[in-house]
């Protein structure tokens, strides 16, 4: 007897109840943004700027987080560079929510004039030799405009979180899957290893903290951080090879794309070996450009047995 598959291993699909009152606030923000799509890129990023100023001031919770994000991985910086990598940090995530609007709604010509590419034949020859690549990146402000820009390149498929708001999740993999490949539930583990052994390039991000449940602790920054072992299981049971995908915004508006040779000699078949080398590559990738990385996020919450949290003052 076949059994009925939980919802959240169900891709969104159209309901009719997205047109009821529910969900007008969804639809009046989805308007919004499919029209700050299609305005001139620099006006979005003067408006993400400003976006950015207001959080900063708005949102206190989250510069604390940052703050001891910052005060534990970059320990060089005194409280005056920190105070300003945080500005910097939110000023970016301001940006980013126009940055997505482009990438998801805006004219792909734009987008194909604004930015350069490097690695781009690592891929290509993983394709000609029939072989899955797991794209390894990490939430840098710049994954969904940097994201768009590589789907002019080469299609990839996208391991994600299904946003909760169903009206949303069904719109994003919509607009996400009219460029790219496939995009595949987190928890839908048995098709990334299927699309992996047929050869195709996945999309992943293993930087955040999800829990202890599927987790290892691991060091990142030299910090202790609830990982998830996926990088290394995934590459061997998806018979894939795993490359680094790094994404910058320069000053002058241009984006910066980068592609590394596939890891050697990985996965060693040890889960802390193998993850401790993810997160080495993840810190690799953050110290390029560390103030358009997403340190809003409580990459530390999940701490080992007996050790306090860090983010004991974001406690209510």
Not at 33 to 40: D, F, G, K, V
């Amino acid at each position: 007897m076949n059994k009925t598959p939980h919802a959240k291993h169900l891709p969104p699909v159209f309901r009719w109840s997205f047109l009821g009152p529910r969900y007008w606030p969804t639809w009046i923000l989805l308007g919004f943004l499919q029209l700050i799509a299609h305005l001139p890129m620099q006006i979005n990023v003067a408006l993400g700027r400003g976006l950015g100023w207001l959080l900063f001031h708005l949102v206190p919770s989250r510069k604390r987080i940052a703050d001891t994000n910052l005060s534990l991985c970059l320990p060089e910086l005194n409280h005056a560079e920190r105070e300003q990598m945080v500005r910097r940090i939110i000023q970016s995530c301001g940006i980013s929510f126009f940055e997505s609007a482009m990438s998801l709604w805006g004219p792909a010509k734009r987008l194909c004039s604004s930015h350069s590419i490097k690695g781009l034949e690592y891929l290509q020859a993983a394709q000609a030799a029939g072989k899955g690549v797991l794209l390894v990146g990490c939430h840098m402000t710049t994954i969904d405009i940097c994201g768009r820009m590589l789907a002019s390149h080469i299609k990839f498929d996208i391991l994600y979180r299904q946003d909760p708001n169903p009206l949303l999740a069904y719109m994003l993999v919509k607009a996400r899957e009219s460029f790219n490949g496939e995009s595949i539930i987190s928890v839908e583990t048995r098709k990334l290893v299927r699309n992996l052994r047929a050869g195709h390039i996945v999309w992943y991000a293993p930087d955040q903290d999800y829990g202890i449940k599927h987790s290892i602790f691991a060091p990142f920054f030299g910090i202790p951080a609830a990982t998830v072992p996926g990088t290394g299981r995934f590459a061997k049971l998806g018979d894939a090879q795993v490359m680094a995908f790094m994404h910058y915004r320069e000053a002058n508006g241009h984006y910066r794309i980068e592609i590394s040779a596939p890891l050697e000699n990985f996965p060693s078949g040890d889960d802390l070996v193998d993850s401790t080398r993810v997160n080495q590559m993840i810190e690799n990738m953050i110290r390029k450009q560390p103030d358009q990385y997403l340190w809003v996020h409580r990459r530390f919450k999940t701490r080992p047995e007996g050790e306090k949290s860090v983010y004991a003052k974001q406690k209510k």
